[in-house]
C-alpha cells in the first residue's frame, strides 16, 4: 500500500519536502566549510588554506561566526530542494505523457534528463536570491551581518538584478 497516489498533489508536496529536508539541511550542515572556502577565493593572501581560514575566521570572529551565513543557505537550498525534487516528478508526468507511454520506456533516461534538467533550471532561480545574500554576507566584511541587514541592502543599491546576477553561472553549474 502506497502512502499516495502517484502524480497526486500530495505525492509533489512529499517529493518537495523530500527536496527541503536533504538539500536544505546539508547545505546548512556544511556552512562553515562554504564560508571557508568562498573567503579563499575572495582573498586568498589572508585565508591560506581551509585550516587557516577556520583559525582566521575563529580568531576574527569566534566560534559563531563561522555560522555566517547560515539562514540563507538554509532557506535558499530548502527552496531550490523543493522545486528541484517536486519539478523533477511533475517534468517527468508531463514529459512522458507528451511521449506516449511506450516512447516515455524506450527513451527513458532522455526523458529523466529533461526533466532533471527543467527542474534545475527553475530551482536556480529559486536559489539565486539567498545564494547571493549568503555570498555577500559571507565574503565582505562589514556589509551585512545577517540575511535581514543584507536583503534591503542590496535591493536598495542594486534593485532586483543584485539577487539574480549568479543564475547563469549556477546553470552552468
Known sequence: EYSCEYGS???????GVGGVLSCGLTHTAVVPLDLV???MQVDPQKYKSIFNGFSVTINE?????????WAPTFIGYSMQGLCKFGFYEVFKILYGNIMGE????????SLYLAASASAEFFADIALAPMEA????????PGYANTLRQAVPKMFGEEGIWAFYKGVAPLWMR
Open 9 to 15: 498533489l500530495k505525492f509533489y508536496a512529499l517529493c
Open 37 to 39: 572556502k568562498c573567503r
Open 61 to 69: 570572529d569566534g566560534v559563531r561566526g563561522l555560522a555566517k551565513g
Open 102 to 109: 511506450e516512447n516515455a520506456y524506450l527513451w527513458r533516461t
Open 133 to 140: 545574500a549568503k555570498v555577500r554576507i559571507q565574503t565582505q
